[in-house]
């Protein structure tokens, strides 16, 4: 299989580079607006486009926004599948993610029975993800589908104990976040005692909402950020936070 997306990933972190990736929720973005996050995305510092979403109403524009992403940026497109039905064999990779935080049994390992045959004939790079969520301050669309309990965010030790866990199972990308439109970001110290603890690479996500929060969470240890609905509400952001990704490799 191809590991292209993961070897990139993965070199970064060696190289002590820091990542930046933009969520595309299908049912929030019009071809009209991609075309312009395209635009922003290729002046300034953005790594991935993920698309994906806890739930998708129109599946047929989330595969038409997987091609338009495919014909219009260099940019590498990557799934991130709240469940099965969101898996297009144009995209260049697809997360795999495991709820390891959860105890729902679909999301450990039923979806990705259903899902397996169709994925080793496919060409589509699939990277095995632990993926946890941590309790952002209020309930949001993913623990609601998932129907799972998040992390309590004041407890590190649980979540390091999962991630850890997630890494002796041979998982081989660590994805942590509050979930899309968190109150709340993932707080510093778990970042903190992740990267110390946990050699996989990290990516961090939900609530974002400022660079500042971005800086301070890929300074202490995140090697991936991602920002969705705050990009959805202000485009501007992505040159905002494409200048601190420079300085931040300055
Ligand atoms: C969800 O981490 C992402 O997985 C993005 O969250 O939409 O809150 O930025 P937001």
Avoid: C, W
Wanted: proline share 4%; aromatic share 4%; net charge negative.
């Amino acid at each position: 299989m191809n590991k292209e997306i993961y070897t990139s990933i993965f070199s970064k972190k060696q190289n002590h580079k820091k990542g930046f990736a933009i969520l595309l929720d299908p049912d929030n973005i019009s071809i009209e607006q991609v075309k312009v996050i395209i635009d922003k995305a290729e002046k300034g510092t953005v790594d991935y486009f993920l698309v994906g979403g806890s739930i998708i109403l129109d599946m047929l524009h989330f595969q038409e926004l997987v091609v338009f992403l495919k014909n219009n940026t260099q940019i590498p497109v990557v799934l991130f599948p709240g469940n099965l039905q969101q898996i297009h064999q144009e995209a260049d990779a697809l997360l795999l993610l495991s709820l390891i935080s959860g105890r729902n049994p679909e999301l450990l390992i039923g979806q990705h029975v259903l899902a397996a045959p169709m994925l080793k004939k496919s060409k589509l790079e699939v990277i095995p993800t632990a993926y946890l969520l941590i309790d952002g301050g209020k309930e949001t669309a993913v623990t609601y589908m998932s129907n799972t309990k998040p992390i309590p965010a004041n407890k590190p030790e649980i979540a390091i104990s999962t991630a850890m866990a997630g890494e002796l199972l041979g998982l081989q990308l660590l994805y942590v976040e509050t979930g899309s439109g968190a109150d709340s970001s993932v707080p510093v110290n778990i970042i903190k005692g992740l990267s110390r603890e946990i050699d996989i690479p990290l990516i961090v996500g939900g609530g974002i909402r400022d660079v500042k929060t971005a800086q301070m969470l890929l300074e202490n240890g995140a090697d991936i950020v991602v920002v969705g609905n705050h990009i959805e509400e202000n485009i501007d952001f992505i040159e905002e936070m494409s200048q601190m990704m420079e300085h931040i490799h300055s």
